[in-house]
Protein backbone atom coordinates (compact mmCIF):
# COMPACT_ATOMS: atom_id res chain seq x y z
CA UNK A 1 0.00 0.00 0.00
CA UNK A 2 3.14 2.25 0.50
CA UNK A 3 3.17 2.36 -3.27
CA UNK A 4 -0.52 4.22 -3.94
CA UNK A 5 0.78 7.78 -3.35
CA UNK A 6 -2.09 9.31 -5.51
CA UNK A 7 -4.68 7.43 -4.39
CA UNK A 8 -8.04 8.88 -4.40
CA UNK A 9 -9.06 12.57 -4.40
CA UNK A 10 -6.78 15.07 -3.93
CA UNK A 11 -7.45 17.43 -0.93
CA UNK A 12 -5.35 20.18 0.99
CA UNK A 13 -3.26 17.54 1.51
CA UNK A 14 -2.77 15.87 -1.63
CA UNK A 15 0.84 17.14 -2.46
CA UNK A 16 2.37 16.04 0.96
CA UNK A 17 3.48 12.51 1.15
CA UNK A 18 4.36 10.62 4.48
CA UNK A 19 6.21 7.58 3.52
CA UNK A 20 5.20 7.23 -0.10
CA UNK A 21 1.83 8.03 0.99
CA UNK A 22 -0.44 10.76 0.72
CA UNK A 23 -0.43 12.65 3.59
CA UNK A 24 -4.38 12.70 4.12
CA UNK A 25 -4.22 9.13 3.04
CA UNK A 26 -2.08 8.17 6.00
CA UNK A 27 -3.21 10.74 8.51
CA UNK A 28 -6.99 8.88 8.03
CA UNK A 29 -5.33 4.99 8.30
CA UNK A 30 -3.39 6.53 11.82
CA UNK A 31 -6.69 6.60 13.24
CA UNK A 32 -6.82 3.26 12.82
CA UNK A 33 -3.59 2.60 14.52
CA UNK A 34 -4.62 5.30 17.24
CA UNK A 35 -7.70 3.65 18.32
CA UNK A 36 -6.65 0.32 17.85
CA UNK A 37 -5.04 -0.03 21.67
CA UNK A 38 -8.75 0.41 22.97
CA UNK A 39 -10.13 -2.14 21.02
CA UNK A 40 -7.08 -4.71 21.65
CA UNK A 41 -6.05 -3.88 24.99
CA UNK A 42 -9.21 -2.53 26.50
CA UNK A 43 -11.91 -4.40 24.62
CA UNK A 44 -10.63 -7.99 23.62
CA UNK A 45 -7.65 -8.50 26.44
CA UNK A 46 -7.93 -6.96 29.49
CA UNK A 47 -10.77 -5.60 30.87
CA UNK A 48 -13.11 -8.23 31.00
CA UNK A 49 -11.44 -10.43 32.55
CA UNK A 50 -10.06 -7.74 35.45
CA UNK A 51 -13.37 -6.61 35.92
CA UNK A 52 -14.94 -10.02 36.07
CA UNK A 53 -12.15 -10.96 38.67
CA UNK A 54 -12.78 -7.83 40.63
CA UNK A 55 -16.62 -9.01 40.27
CA UNK A 56 -15.93 -12.48 41.96
CA UNK A 57 -13.80 -11.35 44.91
CA UNK A 58 -17.65 -9.63 46.20
CA UNK A 59 -19.44 -12.58 45.10
CA UNK A 60 -21.18 -10.67 41.82
CA UNK A 61 -22.20 -7.47 41.14
CA UNK A 62 -25.53 -6.12 42.05
CA UNK A 63 -27.81 -3.18 40.41
CA UNK A 64 -30.58 -2.12 42.26
CA UNK A 65 -31.42 -5.18 44.19
CA UNK A 66 -30.31 -7.21 41.02
CA UNK A 67 -27.61 -9.24 41.15
CA UNK A 68 -25.74 -10.02 37.66
CA UNK A 69 -22.57 -12.79 37.56
CA UNK A 70 -19.42 -11.83 36.93
CA UNK A 71 -18.65 -13.00 33.99
CA UNK A 72 -21.57 -11.62 32.38
CA UNK A 73 -20.91 -8.37 33.44
CA UNK A 74 -18.62 -6.73 31.43
CA UNK A 75 -21.15 -8.40 27.86
CA UNK A 76 -23.59 -6.33 29.31
CA UNK A 77 -21.87 -3.39 29.46
CA UNK A 78 -20.97 -3.56 26.14
CA UNK A 79 -24.42 -3.92 25.71
CA UNK A 80 -25.54 -0.20 27.08
CA UNK A 81 -22.72 1.24 25.47
CA UNK A 82 -24.17 -0.01 22.23
CA UNK A 83 -27.72 0.92 23.14
CA UNK A 84 -26.49 4.26 23.55
CA UNK A 85 -25.27 4.04 20.08
CA UNK A 86 -28.24 2.84 18.36
CA UNK A 87 -30.31 6.44 19.85
CA UNK A 88 -27.22 8.91 19.13
CA UNK A 89 -25.25 7.85 15.91
CA UNK A 90 -27.81 8.27 13.40
CA UNK A 91 -28.16 12.26 14.34
CA UNK A 92 -24.21 12.68 14.80
CA UNK A 93 -23.58 11.45 11.58
CA UNK A 94 -26.59 14.12 9.78
CA UNK A 95 -25.00 16.57 11.91
CA UNK A 96 -21.42 15.67 10.81
CA UNK A 97 -22.70 15.42 7.38
CA UNK A 98 -24.66 18.89 7.36
CA UNK A 99 -21.86 20.96 8.88
CA UNK A 100 -17.73 21.67 8.16
CA UNK A 101 -17.01 19.82 11.61
CA UNK A 102 -16.12 16.05 10.89
CA UNK A 103 -12.91 16.22 11.76
CA UNK A 104 -13.18 18.29 15.13
CA UNK A 105 -16.33 15.96 16.25
CA UNK A 106 -14.12 13.27 15.45
CA UNK A 107 -11.12 14.38 17.39
CA UNK A 108 -13.46 15.21 20.09
CA UNK A 109 -15.08 12.20 20.38
CA UNK A 110 -11.22 10.69 20.26
CA UNK A 111 -9.99 12.92 23.27
CA UNK A 112 -13.56 11.70 25.34
CA UNK A 113 -12.76 8.17 24.89
CA UNK A 114 -9.07 8.48 25.37
CA UNK A 115 -9.95 10.14 28.89
CA UNK A 116 -12.40 7.92 29.98
CA UNK A 117 -10.40 4.90 29.49
CA UNK A 118 -7.02 6.80 31.15
CA UNK A 119 -9.36 7.17 34.30
CA UNK A 120 -9.60 3.30 33.80
CA UNK A 121 -6.14 3.33 35.84
CA UNK A 122 -8.25 4.08 39.38
CA UNK A 123 -10.07 1.38 39.21
CA UNK A 124 -8.54 -1.29 42.01
CA UNK A 125 -10.08 -3.16 45.02
CA UNK A 126 -11.20 -1.05 48.16
CA UNK A 127 -11.09 2.18 45.69
CA UNK A 128 -11.90 4.88 48.11
CA UNK A 129 -15.17 5.57 49.37
CA UNK A 130 -16.61 2.97 47.10
CA UNK A 131 -15.34 -0.16 47.65
CA UNK A 132 -14.37 -3.00 45.23
CA UNK A 133 -18.28 -3.24 44.26
CA UNK A 134 -18.19 0.14 43.75
CA UNK A 135 -14.78 0.15 41.98
CA UNK A 136 -16.63 -2.80 39.54
CA UNK A 137 -19.69 -0.39 38.57
CA UNK A 138 -17.61 2.65 38.14
CA UNK A 139 -15.11 0.70 35.96
CA UNK A 140 -18.34 -0.56 33.88
CA UNK A 141 -19.56 3.30 33.73
CA UNK A 142 -16.46 4.50 32.15
CA UNK A 143 -15.90 1.63 30.17
CA UNK A 144 -19.54 2.59 28.80
CA UNK A 145 -18.68 6.28 27.94
CA UNK A 146 -15.48 5.47 26.25
CA UNK A 147 -17.12 2.31 24.32
CA UNK A 148 -19.53 5.30 22.95
CA UNK A 149 -17.21 7.51 21.99
CA UNK A 150 -15.09 5.08 20.26
CA UNK A 151 -18.26 3.83 18.34
CA UNK A 152 -18.80 7.69 17.39
CA UNK A 153 -15.29 8.54 16.32
CA UNK A 154 -15.41 5.19 14.07
CA UNK A 155 -18.63 6.48 12.18
CA UNK A 156 -17.00 9.80 11.39
CA UNK A 157 -13.41 8.38 10.61
CA UNK A 158 -15.37 6.18 8.31
CA UNK A 159 -17.19 9.19 6.43
CA UNK A 160 -13.53 10.23 5.30
CA UNK A 161 -13.00 6.86 3.10
CA UNK A 162 -14.94 7.92 0.50
CA UNK A 163 -13.27 11.81 0.25
CA UNK A 164 -9.68 10.37 0.18
CA UNK A 165 -10.01 7.42 -1.80
CA UNK A 166 -11.49 6.75 -5.24
CA UNK A 167 -13.63 3.87 -6.10
CA UNK A 168 -11.56 1.26 -7.59
CA UNK A 169 -8.92 2.25 -4.55
CA UNK A 170 -11.57 1.84 -1.55
CA UNK A 171 -10.90 -1.95 -1.24
CA UNK A 172 -6.90 -1.23 -0.60
CA UNK A 173 -7.22 1.71 1.43
CA UNK A 174 -9.63 0.22 3.62
CA UNK A 175 -7.23 -2.51 3.85
CA UNK A 176 -4.27 -0.22 4.45
CA UNK A 177 -5.93 0.83 7.30
CA UNK A 178 -7.15 -1.64 9.25
CA UNK A 179 -3.51 -3.49 8.97
CA UNK A 180 -2.02 0.07 9.94
CA UNK A 181 -4.95 -0.76 12.44
CA UNK A 182 -3.73 -4.32 13.23
CA UNK A 183 0.31 -3.38 13.29
CA UNK A 184 -0.67 -0.73 16.21
CA UNK A 185 -3.11 -2.21 18.49
CA UNK A 186 0.16 -5.40 17.97
CA UNK A 187 2.71 -2.79 19.21
CA UNK A 188 0.84 -1.41 21.66
CA UNK A 189 -0.20 -4.71 23.50
CA UNK A 190 3.80 -5.98 22.95
CA UNK A 191 4.86 -2.81 25.28
CA UNK A 192 2.18 -3.66 27.73
CA UNK A 193 3.61 -6.92 28.01
CA UNK A 194 6.94 -5.14 29.33
CA UNK A 195 4.49 -4.45 32.72
CA UNK A 196 3.42 -7.86 33.03
CA UNK A 197 7.23 -9.51 32.57
CA UNK A 198 8.29 -7.23 35.19
CA UNK A 199 6.06 -6.18 37.49
CA UNK A 200 5.28 -8.27 40.54
CA UNK A 201 1.78 -6.93 41.14
CA UNK A 202 -0.01 -8.36 38.29
CA UNK A 203 -3.22 -6.24 39.40
CA UNK A 204 -0.87 -3.09 38.67
CA UNK A 205 0.45 -4.20 35.17
CA UNK A 206 -3.22 -4.63 34.19
CA UNK A 207 -3.95 -0.85 35.55
CA UNK A 208 -0.96 0.31 33.90
CA UNK A 209 -2.04 -1.79 30.18
CA UNK A 210 -5.58 0.07 30.58
CA UNK A 211 -4.05 3.22 31.06
CA UNK A 212 -2.00 3.02 28.37
CA UNK A 213 -4.55 2.55 26.36
CA UNK A 214 -5.86 5.43 26.52
CA UNK A 215 -2.05 7.57 26.04
CA UNK A 216 -2.48 5.91 22.67
CA UNK A 217 -5.47 6.71 21.56
CA UNK A 218 -5.35 10.07 22.39
CA UNK A 219 -1.40 10.80 21.52
CA UNK A 220 -1.25 9.39 17.74
CA UNK A 221 -4.91 10.78 17.22
CA UNK A 222 -3.33 14.54 17.62
CA UNK A 223 -0.36 13.48 15.69
CA UNK A 224 -2.43 12.09 12.50
CA UNK A 225 -6.11 12.67 12.04
CA UNK A 226 -5.58 15.82 13.57
CA UNK A 227 -2.84 17.78 11.77
CA UNK A 228 -3.75 15.68 7.98
CA UNK A 229 -7.12 15.52 7.30
CA UNK A 230 -9.89 18.03 6.27
CA UNK A 231 -13.21 19.05 6.22
CA UNK A 232 -14.39 20.09 3.40
CA UNK A 233 -17.03 21.64 2.46
CA UNK A 234 -20.40 21.25 4.35
CA UNK A 235 -22.49 18.74 2.26
CA UNK A 236 -25.72 20.03 2.67
CA UNK A 237 -26.87 22.92 4.50
CA UNK A 238 -25.60 24.01 8.28
CA UNK A 239 -27.92 23.40 10.75
CA UNK A 240 -29.22 26.59 12.99
CA UNK A 241 -28.12 25.97 16.49
CA UNK A 242 -32.00 26.14 17.52
CA UNK A 243 -32.79 23.63 15.12
CA UNK A 244 -30.06 21.00 14.54
CA UNK A 245 -31.80 18.69 16.90
CA UNK A 246 -35.20 18.50 15.30
CA UNK A 247 -34.03 18.52 11.96
CA UNK A 248 -31.27 15.86 12.39
CA UNK A 249 -34.39 13.70 13.56
CA UNK A 250 -35.89 14.46 10.75
CA UNK A 251 -32.92 13.76 8.03
CA UNK A 252 -32.65 10.59 10.26
CA UNK A 253 -36.28 9.02 9.17
CA UNK A 254 -35.96 10.91 5.71
CA UNK A 255 -32.68 8.82 5.60
CA UNK A 256 -34.06 5.73 6.23
CA UNK A 257 -37.27 5.93 3.89
CA UNK A 258 -34.92 6.76 0.93
CA UNK A 259 -32.76 3.69 1.66
CA UNK A 260 -35.53 1.29 1.57
CA UNK A 261 -37.12 2.93 -1.55
CA UNK A 262 -34.41 3.93 -3.57
CA UNK A 263 -30.94 1.99 -2.75
CA UNK A 264 -32.74 -1.71 -1.69
CA UNK A 265 -29.19 -3.30 -2.17
CA UNK A 266 -27.55 -1.25 0.15
CA UNK A 267 -30.39 -1.90 3.06
CA UNK A 268 -29.33 -5.68 1.90
CA UNK A 269 -25.98 -5.36 2.92
CA UNK A 270 -26.53 -3.79 6.23
CA UNK A 271 -29.17 -6.38 6.87
CA UNK A 272 -26.60 -9.21 6.26
CA UNK A 273 -23.54 -6.93 8.22
CA UNK A 274 -26.19 -6.59 10.85
CA UNK A 275 -25.99 -10.50 11.54
CA UNK A 276 -22.16 -11.65 10.64
CA UNK A 277 -20.70 -8.97 12.38
CA UNK A 278 -22.64 -9.12 15.24
CA UNK A 279 -21.37 -12.69 15.57
CA UNK A 280 -17.61 -11.09 15.21
CA UNK A 281 -17.99 -8.12 17.44
CA UNK A 282 -19.42 -10.83 20.18
CA UNK A 283 -16.36 -13.31 19.79
CA UNK A 284 -14.02 -10.21 19.76
CA UNK A 285 -15.82 -9.39 23.48
CA UNK A 286 -16.08 -12.83 24.82
CA UNK A 287 -12.87 -14.56 23.79
CA UNK A 288 -10.82 -13.51 26.74
CA UNK A 289 -13.47 -14.28 28.77
CA UNK A 290 -14.12 -17.49 27.43
CA UNK A 291 -10.25 -18.64 27.44
CA UNK A 292 -9.75 -17.86 31.27
CA UNK A 293 -12.84 -19.26 32.43
CA UNK A 294 -13.21 -22.17 30.16
CA UNK A 295 -9.20 -23.22 29.91
CA UNK A 296 -7.97 -21.61 33.00
CA UNK A 297 -6.17 -19.51 30.88
CA UNK A 298 -4.42 -16.25 32.64
CA UNK A 299 -3.74 -12.53 31.71
CA UNK A 300 -0.96 -12.97 30.67
CA UNK A 301 -0.58 -15.72 28.61
CA UNK A 302 -4.23 -13.76 26.76
CA UNK A 303 -1.67 -10.94 26.27
CA UNK A 304 1.36 -13.13 24.22
CA UNK A 305 -2.23 -14.69 22.41
CA UNK A 306 -3.55 -11.15 21.25
CA UNK A 307 -0.46 -10.06 20.04
CA UNK A 308 0.12 -12.77 18.50
CA UNK A 309 -3.26 -12.35 16.39
CA UNK A 310 -2.86 -8.66 16.29
CA UNK A 311 0.42 -9.49 13.64
CA UNK A 312 -1.23 -12.31 11.73
CA UNK A 313 -3.96 -9.91 11.21
CA UNK A 314 -1.91 -7.16 10.28
CA UNK A 315 -0.75 -9.78 7.20
CA UNK A 316 -4.04 -11.21 6.64
CA UNK A 317 -5.70 -7.18 6.10
CA UNK A 318 -3.05 -6.92 3.23
CA UNK A 319 -4.03 -10.44 1.91
CA UNK A 320 -7.30 -9.81 1.56
CA UNK A 321 -6.97 -6.49 0.02
CA UNK A 322 -4.80 -8.15 -2.48
CA UNK A 323 -7.40 -10.88 -3.42
CA UNK A 324 -10.10 -8.36 -3.65
CA UNK A 325 -8.11 -7.68 -7.13
CA UNK A 326 -9.08 -10.75 -7.87
CA UNK A 327 -12.65 -11.78 -6.85
CA UNK A 328 -13.98 -8.15 -5.64
CA UNK A 329 -14.86 -7.55 -2.02
CA UNK A 330 -18.24 -9.48 -1.66
CA UNK A 331 -16.80 -12.79 -2.80
CA UNK A 332 -13.38 -12.58 -0.48
CA UNK A 333 -15.97 -11.35 2.78
CA UNK A 334 -18.12 -14.42 1.68
CA UNK A 335 -14.98 -16.69 1.97
CA UNK A 336 -14.11 -14.96 5.34
CA UNK A 337 -17.70 -15.72 6.86
CA UNK A 338 -17.30 -19.58 6.14
CA UNK A 339 -14.01 -19.78 7.32
CA UNK A 340 -15.64 -17.97 10.32
CA UNK A 341 -18.29 -20.53 10.23
CA UNK A 342 -15.64 -23.24 10.80
CA UNK A 343 -13.95 -21.77 13.47
CA UNK A 344 -16.86 -21.19 15.59
CA UNK A 345 -17.90 -24.62 15.62
CA UNK A 346 -13.87 -25.66 16.53
CA UNK A 347 -14.16 -23.41 19.62
CA UNK A 348 -17.28 -24.85 20.43
CA UNK A 349 -16.39 -28.95 19.75
CA UNK A 350 -12.27 -29.13 20.13
CA UNK A 351 -11.00 -26.38 22.08
CA UNK A 352 -9.62 -27.73 24.79
CA UNK A 353 -6.21 -26.46 25.82
CA UNK A 354 -3.74 -23.52 25.37
CA UNK A 355 -1.97 -25.17 21.96
CA UNK A 356 -5.32 -24.80 20.08
CA UNK A 357 -6.49 -21.64 21.08
CA UNK A 358 -3.56 -20.25 19.64
CA UNK A 359 -3.86 -22.46 16.11
CA UNK A 360 -7.58 -21.07 16.55
CA UNK A 361 -6.71 -17.47 17.06
CA UNK A 362 -4.21 -17.79 14.41
CA UNK A 363 -6.71 -18.66 11.54
CA UNK A 364 -8.82 -15.99 13.11
CA UNK A 365 -6.39 -13.55 12.20
CA UNK A 366 -6.24 -13.97 8.99
CA UNK A 367 -10.05 -13.26 7.94
CA UNK A 368 -10.42 -10.89 10.73
CA UNK A 369 -9.19 -7.51 8.95
CA UNK A 370 -10.47 -8.92 5.65
CA UNK A 371 -13.94 -8.87 6.72
CA UNK A 372 -14.03 -5.93 8.36
CA UNK A 373 -11.69 -4.13 6.06
CA UNK A 374 -14.00 -5.34 3.28
CA UNK A 375 -17.16 -4.74 4.59
CA UNK A 376 -16.11 -0.94 5.21
CA UNK A 377 -15.34 -0.15 1.63
CA UNK A 378 -18.26 -1.91 0.12
CA UNK A 379 -20.46 -0.06 2.11
CA UNK A 380 -18.73 3.24 0.59
CA UNK A 381 -19.80 1.80 -3.29
CA UNK A 382 -23.31 1.61 -1.95
CA UNK A 383 -24.05 4.77 -0.47
CA UNK A 384 -24.91 8.49 -2.21
CA UNK A 385 -22.08 10.90 -2.27
CA UNK A 386 -22.02 13.81 -0.09
CA UNK A 387 -24.25 11.64 2.55
CA UNK A 388 -20.95 9.65 3.91
CA UNK A 389 -21.53 10.20 7.75
CA UNK A 390 -25.11 9.82 7.94
CA UNK A 391 -24.94 6.46 6.62
CA UNK A 392 -21.72 5.04 7.88
CA UNK A 393 -23.69 6.06 10.97
CA UNK A 394 -25.96 3.38 10.23
CA UNK A 395 -22.91 0.95 9.15
CA UNK A 396 -22.13 1.78 12.63
CA UNK A 397 -25.64 0.92 14.27
CA UNK A 398 -25.45 -2.62 12.56
CA UNK A 399 -21.46 -2.90 13.49
CA UNK A 400 -22.00 -2.13 16.79
CA UNK A 401 -25.65 -1.07 17.52
CA UNK A 402 -27.21 -4.31 17.26
CA UNK A 403 -23.77 -5.82 18.72
CA UNK A 404 -25.19 -5.62 21.91
CA UNK A 405 -27.63 -9.20 20.90
CA UNK A 406 -24.60 -11.66 20.64
CA UNK A 407 -23.19 -10.22 24.44
CA UNK A 408 -26.74 -10.16 25.41
CA UNK A 409 -27.27 -13.72 24.43
CA UNK A 410 -24.08 -14.84 25.77
CA UNK A 411 -24.65 -13.18 28.77
CA UNK A 412 -28.17 -14.83 28.89
CA UNK A 413 -26.79 -18.32 28.01
CA UNK A 414 -24.03 -17.88 31.18
CA UNK A 415 -26.52 -16.99 33.31
CA UNK A 416 -28.55 -19.79 32.76
CA UNK A 417 -26.01 -22.56 32.29
CA UNK A 418 -22.81 -21.59 33.83
CA UNK A 419 -20.76 -22.52 30.80
CA UNK A 420 -18.99 -20.25 28.05
CA UNK A 421 -18.75 -23.07 25.85
CA UNK A 422 -22.50 -23.79 25.54
CA UNK A 423 -23.14 -19.92 25.15
CA UNK A 424 -20.62 -19.45 22.60
CA UNK A 425 -22.54 -22.03 20.07
CA UNK A 426 -25.25 -20.17 18.74
CA UNK A 427 -22.67 -17.82 17.57
CA UNK A 428 -22.29 -20.11 14.50
CA UNK A 429 -25.93 -19.28 13.17
CA UNK A 430 -25.10 -15.13 12.97
CA UNK A 431 -22.38 -15.92 10.31
CA UNK A 432 -24.41 -18.53 8.42
CA UNK A 433 -27.33 -16.07 8.35
CA UNK A 434 -25.14 -13.30 7.22
CA UNK A 435 -23.50 -15.63 4.53
CA UNK A 436 -26.67 -16.16 2.87
CA UNK A 437 -28.26 -12.94 3.10
CA UNK A 438 -24.55 -11.38 1.61
CA UNK A 439 -25.25 -13.64 -0.74
CA UNK A 440 -28.27 -12.04 -2.17
CA UNK A 441 -27.01 -8.40 -2.53
CA UNK A 442 -26.06 -7.36 -6.30
CA UNK A 443 -22.92 -4.97 -5.76
CA UNK A 444 -23.37 -3.86 -9.46
CA UNK A 445 -27.02 -2.79 -9.08
CA UNK A 446 -26.48 -1.23 -6.15
CA UNK A 447 -23.49 0.94 -7.23
CA UNK A 448 -25.38 2.53 -10.14
CA UNK A 449 -28.71 3.62 -8.07
CA UNK A 450 -26.75 5.14 -5.48
CA UNK A 451 -24.62 7.02 -8.72
CA UNK A 452 -21.74 5.64 -7.92
CA UNK A 453 -18.99 4.44 -10.65
CA UNK A 454 -18.46 0.57 -11.41
CA UNK A 455 -15.57 1.74 -13.97
CA UNK A 456 -12.78 -0.33 -12.14
CA UNK A 457 -14.01 -2.00 -9.76
CA UNK A 458 -14.02 -5.74 -9.24
CA UNK A 459 -17.43 -6.84 -8.59
Known amino acids: MGKSPDIGKPGDMSKIKIHGVRAEVFGWAMYDWANSAFSTIVVTTLLGPYLTGLGEKVGGVVINGFSIEPSAFFPACVSVSVLLQVVFLPLIGVLADNARMKKEMLVGFAIT ?104 WLLFTLMFPARYLSNGQPNKYVFTEGASLGNGFRQIFHTLHSMYHNYPETLKFLTAYLFYNDGIQTVIVVATIFASEELGVDAKILVYLIVMIQFVAFAGSLLFGWLTGWIGAKKAIMLSLFVWSLVTIY ?113
Request: aromatic share 12%; net charge neutral; proline share 2%.
Open 113 to 216: GSIATLLLYFIRPDLLAVGTKGAVLLGGLFFVLANFAFGASIVLCNAFLTHIASPEQRDRVSSFGWALGYLGGGIALAITLVFFRWMADQELAVRLSLAFAGGW
Open 347 to 459: ACVFLHNTAELFFMGAVVALVLGGSQALSRSLFSQLIPERSEAEYFAFYEISERGTSWIGPLAFSAAIQMTGSCRIAIFPLVLFFVMGLILLSRVNVRMGMVRAGNDVTGVII
